[in-house]
């Protein structure tokens, strides 16, 4: 079952266009408000999956493209989250140790992109990209709350993260239809993505921002 190979590679493409615009428009909202703008359990498991699938285990053409695209944005937020990150953990971190929490959490992150690649043989990498999307979702809607503002946010940045994943999970769901886990985390995953544009979006009013899609 599944799409021809032209409609796969175009799924592909499409998902990693809009994906590089998310990171783009992260690190624009980013270095604007001086503000990291992905939450660090994501950033650590993003940067992870695609360092592993881009040199460890690479993909195929185009997706490999795809990947080391992803992971040299992901460089830039990964400074940023260094550069402006300091501060909004010196409240939960022993003085010093932000650097050190860091990187074990980076670390974390490739064992555990590691250890279900190997552990379930999945060389397409579709455990660990939807599991860690779905973090990802969870914790954007985590981080809005928290911070009560829109620093390093954008209604962009949330609407092209949502077709950025919708497209592949079309593609991997033509694949393999009956599959629980994964369909579970396709809808979880749009679930999250949708609850976070309604707070998103109710934010920007409650802020007096009156014309949000203006604001990339």
Known sequence: MGFSPEIENLLAIGSGI???????LIIRRGFKDRAYGMPLAALCANIAWEFTFAFIYPHKPPQLYINIAWFLLDTVIV???LR???QAFDSLLPKGSFFVFFLVSLLLGFFL??????EFKDWLGAYTAFGQNLMMSVLFVVMLRRRNDLSGQSLYIAVFKM?????PAIMLYARNPASLLMNTLYIS??????????LLYAKHK???????WRRF
Request: no cysteine; proline share 2%; hydrophobic share 60%.
């Open 18 to 24: 809009f994906w590089s615009l998310t990171y783009l």
């Open 163 to 167: 077709i950025g994943t919708i497209l």
């Open 206 to 212: 409650q802020l007096g921002i009156r014309q949000p």
């Open 113 to 118: 992109v590691a250890g279900v690649t190997l």
């Open 84 to 86: 402006f990150g300091r």
């Open 79 to 81: 400074f940023q989250f």
């Open 189 to 198: 995953i749009f679930m999250f993505d949708a609850l976070y544009i309604m």
